[in-house]
């Protein structure tokens, strides 16, 4: 018998975005859009056009370059949300609106100030209106966790008699147990009518640590789209994990009646990119994509898998994208390799004055690392093809003393603005007097909110990604740096995020709330 299909809505590019500092730019979702695709995604819910120019910007250009996954734009129940949403997925070669509003007690009474008949009507008018424009339109009810049956009952029949094909129950704070959210699933399913005409789907945030577990007991119930983020991304503790989900159900074929489509050989990938461009490591325990999620330490779990892999391991490494750092260009290699390598991975940039920034840089690297994996070119493109097209600072050179029982000092050389500056300072460490060197000549006046140092690949001569995460007015920005040695590129994070406050390359943040 056929296993039915379940769908795979992503919501990194929307949801995920909503992490306080993880806000990402128009070439940054298109690169993570791309890796979506080609992971084989259904629906890439692009972002909520009405929050920001930038936002529908961002929506309408991954509606035009994307072709093999649906691309869903958020909005409210108002029609000026819903037009500027169907205007930002016009492009797309298939497109969905995914409208909500809030159902529960609390949200209506003490969010929204509406009766509950109140956001019945408007959310009837809401999915007509939008059925005028597009035929995939998706109707989420807010808070529907904590929300009453009979009156989810109501509004849900509403919205399947005015169009409505996706149903979507969100968890929104992540209140429900698994056991719980189950049997609110099947109730739904089993009391309004034409249920089985729509698609059921859940939306699980992981406050209590549930959204995983939530959304698998809600495919367990009869739910065929689960909305999940890379990483578990997203605001507060963060939403369900794609890839946890996706394996879930792949490892466990036994239990479940279905299985997705996804090419789960480009989840480690998609999860490193995904945590290289949102600052946001991902532990080295955390389950598929930690670092340590296929390492044995035991001798007794090592020596069983030595004799039989599946002793210790439910599944493979490669499976999912290990192993996959492959070798691919060294120091010999031309401009035409470099450029078609980062083609492959789904990296295009966006003239040729970034191309060649990008391309020294990987001259640099390779006098310094004889092997560059792939890990590295997306390392490069973080720092060099997000950066504004005319940076107003940037590193000449360094230099940096640290000795035991001496107090570490920093001299930086910057280009501002066309011009040479200088300066030197002293810190509690090489790092804080490098950081306390430029500031002295930049006088942002922006506050470090984060500072964050990963290994890209192994080995001694790797390049350490350093994260750098500055507040300033209102706006937070991540800025990239890597380089082998870890200083330079904790000055190279640092003149990156300074530049995208100069250059105005981030949105206010955080943006308008979802699901």
Same mark, same amino acid.
């Given at each position: 018998? @056929? &296993? ?9 590019? #929307? ?7 993880? /806000? ?8 993570? *859009? ?26 309408? *250009? ?21 037009? +500027? *949403? ?7 070669? /298939? ?19 509406? !009766? ?5 009507? /408007? ?62 699933? %099947?109730?739904?399913?089993? +009391? ?18 549930? @959204? ?27 939403? @369900? ?8 159900? #792949?490892? +466990? ?21 995904? /945590?290289?461009?949102? =600052? ?30 599946? !002793?210790?391991?439910?599944? #493979? ?8 750092? &492959?070798?691919?260009? =060294? ?7 470099? %450029? ?46 997000? @950066? ?5 600072? +940037? ?21 501002? =603005? ?36 990963? *290994?890209?690949?192994?080995? !001694? ?38 530049? %995208? ?15």
């Amino acid at each position: 018998m @056929a &296993k039915d299909s379940l769908i795979i809505f992503d919501t990194t590019l #929307r949801d995920g975005e909503q992490s306080p500092g993880a /806000s990402m730019t128009r070439e940054e979702k298109l690169r993570i *859009a791309r890796q979506l695709e080609r992971m084989r995604v259904d629906v890439i819910e692009a972002g909520f056009p009405a929050a920001s120019n930038g936002d529908f910007e961002s929506v309408r *250009a991954v509606a035009e370059v994307i072709k093999d996954s649906t691309i869903a734009a958020l909005s409210r129940t108002s029609d000026k949300d819903i037009e +500027r *949403a169907l205007e930002a997925i016009r492009p797309a070669k /298939s497109g969905r609106i995914h409208t909500f509003i809030a159902t529960s007690p609390i949200h209506m009474e003490k969010k929204l100030r509406m !009766t509950p008949d109140e956001v019945l009507i /408007s959310a009837k008018n809401a999915v007509r209106f939008a059925r005028n424009g597009i035929d995939n339109v998706e109707f989420s009810c807010e808070d529907a966790g904590r929300s009453e049956i009979d009156f989810l009952c109501r509004i849900i029949e509403a919205v399947i008699k005015e169009g409505a094909s996706v149903i979507n129950i969100p968890d929104t704070v992540g209140y429900n147990l698994p056991e719980q959210f189950a049997e609110r699933i %099947r109730l739904l399913r089993e +009391r309004v009518p034409n249920s089985d005409k729509v698609i059921w789907s859940v939306h699980c945030h992981n406050d209590l640590g549930l @959204a995983v577990a939530n959304s698998l007991a809600a495919v367990m119930a009869g739910a065929r789209q689960v909305e999940c983020t890379i990483n578990g991304l997203g605001e507060r503790a963060g939403n @369900a994990a794609l890839e946890e989900i996706v394996m879930a159900v #792949r490892t +466990r074929q036994d239990v479940f009646s279905c299985d997705t489509r996804i090419d789960a050989t480009h989840i480690v990938p998609a999860s490193k990119m995904v /945590s290289s461009i949102t =600052g946001f490591p991902v532990q080295p325990n955390k389950a598929i994509v930690g670092a340590n999620a296929f390492a044995h330490e035991s001798g007794i779990h090592q020596d069983g898998v030595l004799k039989h892999r599946e !002793t210790y391991e439910i599944m #493979r490494a490669e499976d999912v994208g290990w192993n996959a750092n &492959k070798i691919v260009l =060294g120091k010999h290699s031309g401009r035409s390799a470099f %450029r078609a390598r980062l083609k492959e991975l789904g990296i295009e940039v966006g003239s040729e004055q970034v191309l060649n920034a990008a391309f020294t840089r990987f001259k640099e690297l390779a006098d310094k690392k004889h092997d560059i994996f792939d890990e590295d070119l997306h390392a490069l493109i973080s720092e060099d093809v997000v @950066a504004p097209e005319h940076e107003h600072y +940037r590193l000449v050179s360094s230099r940096f003393h640290s000795e035991t029982g001496e107090t570490p000092q920093a001299g930086i050389t910057l280009l501002v =603005g066309g011009e040479e500056r200088r300066a030197e300072s002293s810190g509690s460490g090489p790092v804080d007097a490098a950081f306390k060197a430029i500031e002295s000549v930049a006088q942002s006046g922006a506050d470090l909110l984060l500072y964050s140092v990963n *290994a890209i690949t192994t080995g !001694t001569d790797a390049q350490g990604e350093v994260t750098v995460r500055l507040s300033k007015a209102g706006r937070i920005v991540n800025g990239q740096g890597a380089d082998t040695d870890i200083v330079v590129a904790s000055a190279r994070a640092y003149l990156n995020a300074l530049n %995208r406050l100069v250059g105005g390359a981030e949105r206010l943040n955080p943006q308008e709330g979802g699901v």
